[in-house]
Nanobody, 114 residues
């Protein structure tokens, strides 16, 4: 079992930045971030392997950066140039494979005001 603890959500104006963090209770191959907006399906935003291979959804490419510190079992999501459509609950996820993820955090709200 892996526990994931997220931090860093909040309210920001359009064009602003936020950084999400997620600490895992132990090392694990794949870590990433999903998001779910009201009335929409949960979608994969970005993922990263322990070796540093990354994946980004088209909607966030060039604006978001995922990174991880393997020594701290922590993954980060730097979100820049935020737009209203980025507003959602962001979930940290982890697993032995990138898809599907096995373990989930409790979620953190990101709200972008326009």
């Amino acid at each position: 079992q892996v526990q994931l603890v997220e931090s860093g959500g909040g309210l920001v104006q359009a064009g602003g930045s936020l950084r999400l963090s997620c600490a895992a209770s132990r090392s694990i191959f794949a870590m990433g971030w999903y998001r779910q907006a009201p009335g929409k399906q949960r979608e994969l935003v970005a993922a990263i392997s322990s070796g540093g291979i990354t994946f980004y959804a088209d909607s966030v490419k060039g604006r978001f950066t995922i990174s991880r510190d393997n020594a701290k079992n922590t993954v980060y999501l730097q979100m820049n140039s935020l737009i209203a459509e980025d507003s959602a609950v962001y979930y940290c996820a982890a697993g032995p494979n990138t898809r599907p993820m096995t373990y989930w955090g409790q979620g953190t709200q990101v709200t972008v005001s326009s």
